[in-house]
């Protein structure tokens, strides 16, 4: 019995060592693996600037209610002929009093009320356009930090690459020069050449951090570097739609020029407010009261300003020259749409001519010369010189090419801040 609990108890304490032992090994935060899609998503949810600038659209939506109140009426009443320092024996200061109310209300004319809510509703409009292209921007960044991850990781790859591929060669050569192949000469520069891989392999573990940094800053995300990681194609695409695609597409989706258009509409608006601010509004009035001994009365009466002077010409002249500063602003707005879809699309042309024959032709052409030069100067057929040469053409040729995928990239998304969305991954 001793010997079946002693047992037991053995076996209760193996298993919690091994319940502790595999929560010790489990991370206290799992490592989060972010697509394009999703860190979109969280970066129109938790950035400040955009938080901030939606709160500004609501503020503008709030202007809305304002524009669209009534006058209020104006209420007095009036209390007269009182007499508390009266000689009457009896005292009867209010035997005289005479009291009166009256009741009166502004009457605005020519629509001025729905002319200030239209006008605060396209205020509205021209926030929000301004918002989604404050949005379109801030996208672009976002963009830009995630395509230099891709890009960091991609060159930390290659570079982890490089050094064990080198860390090989090392091993050969150590075996050639104990077997009395090598010089001591040799086996030394060709050590001495790691500390290249070495420092291209800390230089892209450092470049990657700094981008994670820089994504997690504009993701407003807490997350330990350590911990978080992103994960997309860093790759091209060789397809590339006629440029007029690319013109039509940005005059419809550009918020900018939607902004300047929304702001000809108000500058029109705001012109016939300022027209209708130059007419009369009369104020209508009523009062009562009541002098004993005479019967209680009741009035009408009618105000009506003489605009002789002021007939609000300032802003007449004032509105209608802002119309033609708003539809020279959309012109303006025009050519910058064109401008920016021909220069991105131009640098995106531009790029793709360079990755062609890389993906064709100098890629694979790089790791040939490198493989064949290797062996030769293996078995004794190629020099030191031409060996070395080989690995830097061979590591210059690969870093290149992903510098230029790095350039498409940003090109690409160069062309989508230019048409206003992204019509290319």
């Not at 509004?281 to 009365?297: A, E, K, R």
């Amino acid at each position: 019995m001793s010997i079946r609990k002693s047992f037991f108890t053995i076996a209760s304490s193996c298993t919690v060592a091994l319940i502790g032992v595999m929560l010790i090994s489990v991370p206290l935060h799992a490592q989060t693996d972010l697509t394009w899609a999703q860190a979109k998503a969280r970066f129109e949810t938790e950035n400040p600037t955009l938080k901030a600038d939606t709160i500004n659209v609501e503020e503008m939506k709030a202007n809305e209610v304002t524009a669209n109140l009534r006058p209020n009426p104006s209420v007095s009443l009036t209390a007269d002929q009182l007499y508390p320092f009266t000689k009457d024996p009896y005292y009867r200061p209010f035997a005289s009093a005479l009291v009166s109310g009256s009741i009166s209300y502004l009457h605005e004319r020519d629509h001025k009320r729905e002319l200030r809510l239209e006008s605060a509703q396209e205020g509205t409009k021209i926030s929000d356009s301004q918002h989604s292209d404050l949005e379109r921007n801030l996208l672009f960044n976002l963009r830009s930090a995630f395509i230099q991850t891709l890009q960091a990781k991609a060159v930390l790859q290659l570079a982890h690459q490089e050094l064990d591929y080198y860390d090989h060669i090392i091993d050969i050569s150590r075996d050639r020069f104990k077997a009395g192949d090598l010089a001591q000469v040799d086996l030394d520069r060709i050590e001495l050449q790691r500390v290249q891989y070495q420092s291209d392999l800390e230089a892209a573990e450092v470049n990657l951090r700094t981008s994670k940094i820089q994504l997690l800053q504009l993701l407003n995300d807490k997350t330990p570097v350590e911990q978080f990681d992103i994960q997309g194609s860093f790759d091209f695409s060789d397809l590339l739609q006629p440029l007029n695609d690319f013109h039509q597409t940005a005059l419809d989706n550009r918020p900018d020029l939607k902004a300047a258009l929304e702001a000809v509409q108000q500058a029109n608006t705001n012109h016939k407010l300022a027209v209708a601010n130059g007419s009369t509004d009369p104020t209508f009035s009523i009062d009562s009261g009541s002098n004993p001994p005479l019967d209680p009365y009741i009035g009408f009466n009618v105000s009506i300003p003489l605009r002789i002077f002021d007939r609000n010409q300032g802003e007449k002249q004032r509105t209608q020259l802002e119309i033609g500063r708003s539809q020279e602003s959309v012109t303006a707005a025009q050519a910058q749409v064109f401008a920016d879809v021909d220069s991105a699309y131009a640098q995106l042309g531009g790029t793709l001519n360079l990755l062609r024959p890389y993906k064709t032709q100098y890629l694979e052409q790089a790791v040939r010369v490198r493989d064949t030069i290797t062996f030769s100067y293996q078995h004794g057929g190629a020099s030191l010189l031409d060996f070395l040469n080989a690995q830097s053409d061979y590591r210059n040729v690969q870093l290149a090419y992903l510098q230029l995928v790095g350039s498409y990239l940003s090109a690409a998304s160069q062309l989508n801040l230019a048409v206003g969305k992204e019509v290319i991954q």
